[in-house]
Structure formats: C-alpha cells, structure tokens
C-alpha cells in the first residue's frame, strides 16, 4: 500500500508512516488545513474527519481557523502568525492562494505528495511538499514559490517565506521542550507550559545558534521520557531562522517555521523558484525517550551521509597545545596518541599563513614555512606511518583583517558600504554567496585534501555575521541571509562528491552549527568547546534530544578542565565522552604512565561498545544527568552497552538498581560489566531488567564520580 492516499473529490490527503498518520485537507472555502496528526488511522477514518468538520459559528471576532491552515499567507481574513509574507507591485499584499493540482509519486526515498497553488491575480506559484518513508515516523515539508510572470514583470518581495505550519491537536495544556544555551553551554534542556499568544525561538546570527537550536517539541504537560504524546518540529537549516508557536484562547497551538528572521526580504525575479529548507515534524504516544529515538533512526536511515560507519576514536591537539603546532611537535604527540589506540589525528588551529594567536593569519591557507619547513607532507606521512589517518581544521569562511587575503580582497568580507566593519576575534565573514569567493574556497580546499590525502576537516566557524551586506547586490542585499548558507553547503558538497573518502566535522566555536541541514553533509558535530565531563552531562542531553550519538564528538581532556577548572577522574571524563564518538583532546606530555595505560585500556573498552553507541536505539535512564544515578543505554541487535554515571554522593543513597529499557522481555541477557562488578557474569530475562532493573554496586552508587560502563548480550 502507498503510504500516500488521495481523496481528489474530497479534497483530502492521508501521509502514513510506520505508527503516524498526517492529514491534510482543501475545505470548501478553498484553504489547505490539516486534517489529523497522531497514531495511525485508515483513510475511511480521515476521509469521515473532513466530512465531519464543523465551521465554528458565533461573532465576527471568532477564530477563523487560520491556526489550522498549513501555510497560512498574510492576509484575507487571517490575523495570526503568517507562514508566507508576500508583497506584489503596486504595494499589494493579501496573497490569494487557490487550489491548482496535486501529484503523488515515488522519489527514490519516500513518497512524495505536492499541493499546487496559484495567486487569483499575480503569477505567483507555490508549492506545499510532503515526504514521507516507510522506515521513519518523519514527516518531511517544504515549499516552493515561484514568479511564473515574464521577464518585464516587477519581482515579489518575500518578507517571509517558512516551510510550513503544524497544528498540534487539541489539548487541555501544553507545554513546549526546547533547548537555549549559550558558547560552552550548548543545548540545556528546558520545559515550560507554552504562554498564550506567540513564542518565538530565533537566531539571527547566521549560523545555527549556540543560544537556541531550530527545533521545539510539544506536549499537553504530561509527557515523560517513556510515556505520552509528544509531538517535534525541527528545521534542517544552518543559517537564520524562526519557529514561532501560537497558542490561542479560543485553544489549539500551531507551529510555524522556517529560514530567515525577521525584516529580512527576498525579491523574487520573474522566472525565479526560491525553495525553503526542509522542516521535519514526529509524532509519538512513547514520551520524549521515543520522539529521540525516532529523531535518530531518521538521521541515520535518511541525513546522514555514512551512517553505515563507525567513527574512528580521533586525537586533537587543541586543548593540548592551542595554537603551538609544529612538525616536531605533532608528530610527538601523534606518536603517544597512535600508542594509546587513537585512529584519526587532527591538527587543530595555528598550521597556516601567520597563525601563531588569532591576529592573523585567516585566508591565508598554506603551511606556515617557519612551522612546517617542508609543507604538511611530513607530518601527514608520519601520521599514516603510525597506523593514523590524518585531519586538519580549517574555518573557510573567515578572514583576518591581518591577511594577505583581506589586503587582496577586501570587498569579498560581508559589509555594508558607508558603515563599521565591527570584528569579533580579530575577523570578518567572507560572502560565500559570491561565486569568487566559493570558486576560491573550492580551490584551495580541493588542493590541501588532494595533496596530502587529507581524511577529515574539522570545518569551523568562529563568528557570527553581523552587518549583513552585499554591496554588489544593492536593493537586494538580504538574500545575503541565504544564499552564504547555501554558499557554504555547495562547497562541501563540491569537496564531498570530489573526495568521497573526505569526513567532515561541523563546528562553529563547539556546537553552533548543529541542525538536520548541516547532518546532511557532515559526520559528526563538535558538541560544545565545553570538555568538562560534569557539564558535559547536561550538554549531551540535550543534544541526544534531536542528534544521534553517532554525530556527537566527545573529547576526553585534561584535568583540571582549561576552561571550568573542575578536577574530574580520568575515567568518568572517558565513560562520559563514550556516550558519542570518543575522541582525546589532553595534551599526553603531561599524562603519568599510569594514566596513559588507563587511556588505552578504556579506548579498548570504547571500541568494544561502540558500534552499539553509535548505531544503536538510545535510552535516557534514571535521574537528570548530574543530579543523581543516571545512565544513557544502547540497544543494537543482540547487544547492550549502558554507561552509568554518579557524580556526586548525596545524603541520599543511590538507587539500588537501575531499570533497563528497550529489552526482548522474554530473552535472556548475559551481563558483562567493566566496574559494575557485582552484576558481572550473571544472566537475567529482559522482563526482569525491565521490571527491577541492574543491581548497583557500592561502588558505583557511593563516593563521588563513580561511573561504569555495562555491556549485555542477548542469548540466543
Ligand atoms: C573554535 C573551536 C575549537 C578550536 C578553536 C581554534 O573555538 O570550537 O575547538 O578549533 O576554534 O581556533
């Protein structure tokens, strides 16, 4: 059966995924409503709900509906939160969108339903795109508008143009989940009943944001981590953006959302489409714990560029050594890291033009001669001679004043004429929606990774853009906003299609370019520049809300932490840095022997679990990190990995067990533990893991940073 089901007389649509079924409908006054979003329901059941709608009678003040509307336009009898802002020659706004058409077909991943509309007077075109597949409960939208007048007509200008609007069923609360943070202090998770009239989530800063993450997930204020409905919006953008919710007195919540923010204006040329980035919506009766998992068999099954891997455990220098790279220097440390187990090396910032501290040197992408005599060669061929693949950090969208670059180009920075350059970190961004400045960005890249065979980029970006002008494109300056985005994931697609051995990191100062847009086309995020393992707790929670752990790097450093100062044992730091991709980040010298032989023992451990972290089904077990027991479990195939953590002996004892989930309660399971000794070599059904859980030892549950890692095995 398609899991796309038409009605045309009835003007009704029915999008089915493996548990969920979307609903839309074109009721008689001509608007595109949703129908339903919830479990699973037959078309006869949807095709009666269209029948069965009732037009809310009463004053002329009444809802009119248009929070139930998928992209409502401003305009007509609508006064919310509009989803598309348009304003046509003559000054005229009020769009008028009529029904045109659909089509369904099968694109090769999913099906795909598209809703064709036409304004009653201006050759406006707009597109409603839905995907759905039949491995994922994410329903997938987007939009598209096109000017179809000729070439003579006057543009549209497009103040606001979001890939659509959900409503989220009636309820008798709500409460919205989202994360806000700040740089080394990403992805704090709150919850907060959702206010009467609009909330905004936004970033204007040009990159995904530190402060919020383009994602909201609502539910009526009962939802837990394993029970309840919840339903998620999340937006696949790396760049601006905006999600708005509305909730209404008269009841009923919808969401809007899309790219851009607020003031900034699209002109839309005769003949021109502009697509909107793709906004994914989930549906669960699970609670939060099963809107994750079904976030994360998305990003595996359809973001994810090779999700089939499994990361190497890499070695980067930069809390170790900062900006001090050179030959020698590398390679010594490059040989400690080989020796503990380490199977990527990164060379961090500092290797190129006159990058000795954060004065200079950006734009200027060759070795520096007084660092690296001889090139990069040497030490990328003594990196691979210790059994290593090599890596190299780079931040292509930025330019030091203090560069040849700048001196050359000075008109390719982001800039307004007639106003301040205002710096941040001594730098400005380059326009990456100028073709020579992604002609030239392309170039070098393609060069440095063809020349030594580079492996890996940690791609950065340090600064947010502010002052967002395009001289060039007086009048229409704004798709600045856009097309640098754009910009930036056309050159990773171009070095990704041209190495495809090339893995690539996404980092903007930790994780400020984290989102489904960037996922497409990197292998991992580097999650917070933040390596305190306690704080790392509460940031990795947040971030497994929406992102698999198979994205997720985690650093083990040293101790005290260079930027929180807190002391923490060296193995809680790596049994918290195991959650996701591990990686090390201390500076060895400095390590004891003991410490170095504890390193490469828990690196072992980490590669006997972690194709189960980073391929498995993730569960968030016991208290908020930090606070109490908590653990984060791994379910793949026959095998169970679960990292327990108890940082701090309260007055309080722990619990005595912990509660597994996602078990074969009928199976039986061999534990195997490294620390929790006590319930090592035992064997017990999934029920009664379930049911009454893991024993904790004393060990795990007494003094202050106990922690263990478990692994289980499923007996056939
Ligand atoms: C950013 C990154 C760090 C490091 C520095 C280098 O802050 O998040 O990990 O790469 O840049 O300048």
């Known amino acids: 059966m398609t899991p796309i089901a038409a009605d045309t007389d009835r003007r009704v649509w029915s999008l089915s995924t493996p548990n969920t079924t979307y609903a839309v409908h074109v009721t008689s006054d001509g608007r595109l409503v949703q129908l339903y979003w919830g479990a699973r329901m037959s078309v006869d059941e949807v095709v009666l709900l269209a029948q069965q709608r009732t037009t809310a009678g009463g004053s002329s003040f009444h809802l009119p509906g248009d929070v139930e509307e998928q992209l409502p336009v401003e305009g007509g009898l609508r006064w919310g939160v509009p989803s598309l802002q348009v304003t046509f020659p003559g000054g005229v706004r009020s769009a008028e969108l009529e029904f045109a058409g659909d089509s369904i077909e099968a694109d090769g991943d999913g ?79 709150g919850r907060e009943r959702v206010p009467l009239g609009e909330f905004t989530l936004c970033n204007r800063r040009g990159n995904t944001g530190h402060h919020a993450n383009p994602w909201v997930m609502l539910d009526d204020g009962t939802a837990t981590e394993e029970h309840g409905e919840v339903w998620g919006v999340a937006l696949a953008w790396s760049g601006t953006w905006r999600i708005t919710a509305q909730r209404r007195f008269e009841g009923r919540l919808a969401v809007t959302a899309g790219f851009g923010h607020d003031g900034v204006t699209w002109q839309l040329r005769p003949g021109e489409e502009l697509t909107t980035p793709p906004l994914l919506g989930v549906y669960t009766e699970g609670g939060f714990g099963a809107a994750s998992r079904a976030w994360h068999r998305h990003a595996r099954a359809h973001v994810l560029p090779r999700p089939e891997e499994v990361r190497p455990v890499l070695y980067n220098s930069w809390e170790a050594v900062w900006f001090d790279v050179d030959e020698e220097s590398q390679l010594e440390i490059a040989r400690k890291a080989a020796d503990l187990g380490v199977e990527l090396f990164v060379m961090d910032d500092g290797w190129f033009g006159k990058r000795v501290n954060d004065h200079a040197g950006l734009g200027d992408w060759w070795p520096n001669p007084d660092r690296f005599p001889n090139g990069l060669g040497p030490l990328a061929d003594g990196v691979r001679k210790l059994g290593m693949a090599f890596g190299l950090w780079v931040e292509p969208e930025m330019v030091n004043p203090d560069s040849d670059l700048y001196r050359t180009h000075p008109d390719w920075t982001i800039h307004f004429p007639h106003r301040r350059r205002d710096e941040l970190r001594q730098q400005l961004v380059l326009n990456f929606g100028r073709d020579d400045v992604r002609t030239w960005a392309h170039g070098w890249l393609d060069r440095l990774v063809a020349d030594h065979g580079i492996d890996f980029l940690k791609w950065d970006m340090n600064r947010s853009i502010s002052q967002g002008g395009w001289p060039e494109r007086a009048g229409d300056q704004d798709r600045l906003w856009i097309e640098h985005t ?71 450093t040293d101790s005290p932490n260079p930027i929180t100062g807190r002391a923490v044992p060296l193995e809680y730091r790596f049994h918290v840095a195991m959650a996701g991709v591990l990686g090390i980040g201390g500076n060895l010298h400095e390590w004891t022997d003991r410490e170095l032989e504890q390193a490469r023992e828990l690196i072992g451990v980490y590669k006997t679990i972690r194709e189960v972290v980073q391929h498995g089904d993730q569960y968030r077990l016991g208290s908020e990190p930090g606070q109490g027991l908590s653990a984060v479990e791994y379910v793949h195939g026959d095998n169970v990995a679960v990292l327990v953590y108890h940082p701090h002996a309260g007055v309080h004892p722990a619990p005595g067990h912990l509660r597994l989930a996602g078990l074969d309660p009928d199976a039986r399971y061999e534990v195997a533990s490294d620390g929790m000794a ?24 007494g003094g202050d940073w106990s922690s263990a890692v478990v692994r289980l095995r499923r007996i056939r």
């Open 111 to 189: 099906h795909r339903l598209e809703l064709v509309f036409t304004d009653s007077h201006f050759p406006l075109r707009v597109v409603l795109h839905y995907r759905v597949r039949e491995d994922s409960d994410v329903v997938e939208r987007w939009v598209t508008l096109k000017h179809v007048g000729d070439e003579n007509e006057e543009p549209f200008a497009v103040g606001r143009a979001d890939a659509g609007s959900w409503l989220i069923p009636e309820r008798a609360d709500y409460r919205y989940s989202a994360v806000s943070g700040a740089w080394a202090a990403e992805n704090q998770l």
């Open 486 to 556: 754009r910009g930036v994931y056309e050159v990773i697609d171009r070095l990704r299609a041209a190495h495809p051995g090339l893995r690539i990191e996404s980092c903007s100062g930790g994780g400020g370019r984290v989102d489904y847009g960037i996922l497409a086309r990197t292998d991992e995020v580097w999650t917070s520049d933040n390596t305190d393992a306690f704080h790392r707790q509460s940031i990795q929670h947040g971030y497994s809300q929406l992102y698999p752990a198979a994205a997720m790097a985690a650093w083990v």
């Open 678 to 701: 006590e319930a090592g070599g035992c064997t017990a059904t999934g029920r009664v893991l379930m049911a009454v859980g893991l024993p904790v030892p004393r060990r795990v549950a």
